[in-house]
């Protein structure tokens, strides 16, 4: 029973980390309008930078602390990275823009793959110390789970509500109508590239968040763990759920991340065709319905319009 529920648990922290992965590639992809296909190495930066603040200041701050200060620090390295990239990278458009993207992610991972080991541990991956104390047994690993899923719960919410915000607020109206009709925007006096390279800072700083939450779950880091399938896996969240809504990236993790879970579960030869059946399934998803299961709705519209139905006569 409790090493079913140690299952369920790893695959609810799971489902949390790739919605906040989903939800800021949302934000690239579904709001800014842009096609940004490097989100792989926004979460390899930040989670390599967890793993080597955790690794140089294990026993100088207490686990809380530590833990804080490590996510802090993986959310800021992203978010330099995303601005770093992000300024060069948006005076391309479409194709032009996702090759240059793509490019950045296989940089990173490649860099970090022959980085020196006493550095980020190079091919061979490197270990994290648990913050939190060493868990031992069945009892001891439930309440680590339970706590991570607490945490990235948390995190889920936070980041949604801002992302949300954000796109209410001056600057996300800005966006939207840049992404709409950037000629419109510019004729209204917008200016185009502040908008979409503060979505790209924000977007690789949630992803850098996540990148930080998976280190200290997973407890050590590969770099074939950060490759290229792994945006394929985000864009199929966004894409299923739909470009532009939040809620569609939390419905879209849990069917995408629960069916890979599955499959690895159930052995055989379909556990090893996931990386055929995703790429497939997204084919299939844009020719069949390019919105996606909520469109650019959220939970919110849907509920509103039920009881607008309701308290019609």
Request: aromatic letters at 10%; hydrophobic letters at 55%; a positive charge.
């Amino acid at each position: 029973m409790s090493g079913e529920l140690l299952w369920w648990l790893n695959l609810l922290v799971g489902v949390g980390i790739f919605t906040l992965l989903a939800t800021s590639l949302n934000l690239i992809n579904g709001h800014a309008g842009m096609f940004h296909l490097g989100h792989h190495g926004f979460w390899a930066l930040g989670a390599y930078a967890t793993a080597w603040w955790t690794i140089r200041l294990d026993g100088e701050l207490s686990g809380p602390v530590l833990y804080g200060t490590s996510l802090l620090l993986s959310t800021g390295v992203a978010a330099v990275g995303g601005l770093a990239v992000g300024l060069p990278c948006l005076r391309l458009r479409g194709d032009y823009l996702a090759i240059a993207t793509l490019a950045f992610g296989e940089v990173v991972r490649i860099l970090i793959q022959n980085s020196d080991k006493g550095f980020l541990g190079g091919s061979q991956g490197v270990r994290l110390p648990r913050v939190f104390g060493e868990f031992e047994g069945e009892a001891a690993k439930l309440e680590f789970r339970a706590l991570s899923l607490a945490l990235v719960a948390t995190l889920c919410v936070l980041a949604i509500w801002a992302i949300s915000n954000f796109i209410r607020s001056g600057h996300g109206r800005r966006l939207l109508a840049v992404a709409q009709d950037e000629t419109a925007a510019g004729l209204m006096g917008i200016d185009p590239t502040r908008p979409r390279v503060l979505a790209f800072v924000i977007g690789a700083a949630v992803a850098g968040l996540a990148g930080g939450v998976h280190a200290h779950f997973e407890g050590s880091l590969a770099p074939q763990e950060f490759e290229f399938m792994q945006t394929v896996k985000m864009f199929l969240i966004v894409v299923l759920g739909g470009m532009g809504s939040l809620s569609g990236c939390v419905v879209g993790a849990f069917l995408v991340v629960g069916t890979e879970r599955l499959l690895a579960r159930a052995g055989g030869a379909i556990a090893d065709w996931w990386q055929v059946i995703f790429p497939m399934v997204l084919a299939i998803m844009i020719v069949v319905r390019p919105q996606g299961i909520f469109g650019r709705r959220e939970l919110s519209d849907w509920f509103r319009a039920l009881r607008r139905r309701r308290a019609a006569p």
